[in-house]
Nanobody, 117 residues
Framework: QVHVVESGGSLVQPGGSLRLSCAASGIDFSDAIMAWYRQAPGKRHELVASIAPRGRTDYVDFVKGRFTISRDNAKNAVYLQMNSLKVEDTAVYYC???????????WGQGTQVTVSA
């Protein structure tokens, strides 16, 4: 059974940084294209960034240059380094498969990121 656990969210001021972590189990992680998503209040989940098994990355325009996704296949872990945070980055952040490649798992509990002065 696939299980993901996200952590690292917090309250941070605009311009600040956070590093999110995701631990995955029950999947063949070394072959999985993984992604970070976020869901702001009243909105649907949206893809933020994804990373292929060998490290090729893909970002949505609104985080390019600010966020960096990485992974550690030995630890079944995915990370999201977020810099220059903006108020509009406030959301619950989740990790999962990149849905565009046909696989998906039940959502984890997510981790809350709040950017506020």
């Amino acid at each position: 059974q696939v299980h993901v656990v996200e952590s690292g969210g917090s309250l941070v001021q605009p311009g600040g940084s956070l590093r999110l972590s995701c631990a995955a189990s029950g999947i063949d992680f070394s072959d999985a294209i993984m992604a970070w998503y976020r869901q702001a209040p009243g909105k649907r989940h949206e893809l933020v960034a994804s990373i292929a098994p060998r490290g090729r990355t893909d970002y949505v325009d609104f985080v390019k240059g600010r966020f960096t996704i990485s992974r550690d296949n030995a630890k079944n872990a995915v990370y999201l380094q977020m810099n220059s945070l903006k108020v509009e980055d406030t959301a619950v952040y989740y990790c999962n498969y990149d849905y565009r490649y046909g696989e998906f798992a039940p959502w984890g509990q997510g981790t809350q990121v709040t950017v506020s002065a």
